[in-house]
């Protein structure tokens, strides 16, 4: 027998819907709140108790005492209401100072300690901490959930690079202005053109014992031993804002081969003509910021080089197509010689033409002083 299809109506408010729908939408890891949510929403909208059950999956019981705790405590507060009351549980082991104690204790090990190790596991910090922290009864298990559950966890790292380029803002600025469409505070004339330029080398590898193909329940297997045939550079420049690829495959990256590639776009339409045609590149051999605009501006008037900083490749949308290359093309790589790959490298690129549209580029040069501006108050806030 199915319950009385309205008990326990409810007829939620305007801000009651707005709080719920936004914790539905926050608490998609919680999954029993998310339930909660969903029976009291669909009460609003007078469905029987039996057709929330069947909608969501639960039973009638279980939808009518939600329904019976958000109308005894709606008063709390619409999402509040539908939150298990504290319960008693087990006593507390260990306090929250001890705790706390702990963490100060790795902390500590990992900055100050003498043993020959860069990184500590779990059997490394217990005896440290049962010692130094006085807490002798501390279990490995409790030890790794209070780390597991600690905002500061000094363990893991991750590398950075400190940016070398004194004027580095100001030359990350021109290639972020650029993207955005603007040269000199000026917005770009449709004539104008940006080009991001680059090369990557590629090593020549052959298994040495052929891939076997995928079973059923068995992904395709690629044998790990390999040849080197030697490596061979692929050199390649996308036009930011039509998205057109040029590239060339070459065995040694010189001036003369990235010479080729500029010859390679410069003398085509619509470059050939253009107003102004911005060469985006870093300081690579073939194309260093000491010599390349000079050289670039004596091949073609219309040219301007834009160098950027050291250590600032992300910068160069043309590294974009290289990691989509390199994941879709070269990994895993199993070819003969060097003529295989090159034709590899090269159809796909045609491939890729096919259907390559413009990339979104959200980040501007506000977005980098603003970030860099963050990072200097983080900067002075440490010891």
């Not at 034709?343 to 979104?360: E, G, I, M, N, S």
């Amino acid at each position: 027998m199915g319950r009385a299809p309205y008990k326990y109506p409810v007829k939620l408010t305007g801000k009651e819907k707005q709080d719920l729908r936004q914790a539905k939408r926050k608490g998609r890891c919680n999954a029993r709140l998310v339930i909660r949510i969903m029976i009291i929403l669909l009460a609003d909208k007078r469905r029987s108790i039996a057709e929330t059950a069947g909608i969501l999956g639960s039973c009638e019981q279980t939808v009518l005492n939600q329904r019976k705790r958000f109308v005894e405590r709606r008063a709390e507060g619409a999402v509040e209401a539908l939150l298990d009351l504290p319960r008693s549980g087990r006593p507390l082991t260990y306090t929250a100072q001890q705790r706390a104690q702990v963490t100060v204790t790795v902390c500590a090990t990992l900055k100050k300690h003498e043993l020959p190790l860069s990184r500590f596991s779990l059997a490394d910090l217990l005896p440290v901490v049962r010692c130094e922290a006085g807490l002798e009864a501390l279990s490995r298990s409790s030890l790794a959930r209070f780390l597991r559950e600690d905002a500061l966890k000094p363990w893991q790292y991750h590398y950075w690079l400190f940016p070398r380029d004194p004027d580095f803002v100001s030359k990350a600025c021109v290639v972020l202005d650029l993207y955005a469409g603007f040269w000199e505070g000026k917005r770009l004339d449709p004539n104008d053109y940006v080009i991001s330029a680059d090369e990557k080398s590629m090593q020549i590898l052959k298994r040495c014992h052929p891939s076997l193909p995928t079973i059923a329940g068995q992904p395709m297997r690629v044998e790990f031993e390999y040849d080197r045939q030697g490596t061979r550079a692929y050199h390649a420049a996308l036009d930011v804002f039509n998205a057109k690829l040029f590239g060339q495959v070459v065995e040694n990256t010189t001036i003369a081969t990235f010479n080729n590639l500029i010859d390679r776009v410069m003398t085509q339409a619509p470059y050939q003509s253009a107003q102004r045609v911005f060469w985006l590149v870093d300081s690579g051999c073939a194309h260093h910021r000491n010599t390349f605009p000079a050289r670039l501006k004596s091949l073609y008037a219309n040219a301007i080089a834009v160098s950027l900083p050291i250590h600032a490749s992300w910068l160069n949308q043309i590294e974009l197509y290289f990691s989509i290359l390199h994941r879709k093309v070269l990994t895993p790589l199993d070819v003969n010689n060097a003529q295989e790959l090159q034709q590899r490298v090269l159809d796909f690129q045609a491939y890729y033409a096919k259907t390559a549209k413009p990339f979104t580029w959200k980040f501007t040069s506000q977005d980098l002083k603003d970030r860099l501006e963050a990072l200097a108050g983080f900067a002075q806030t440490l010891p």
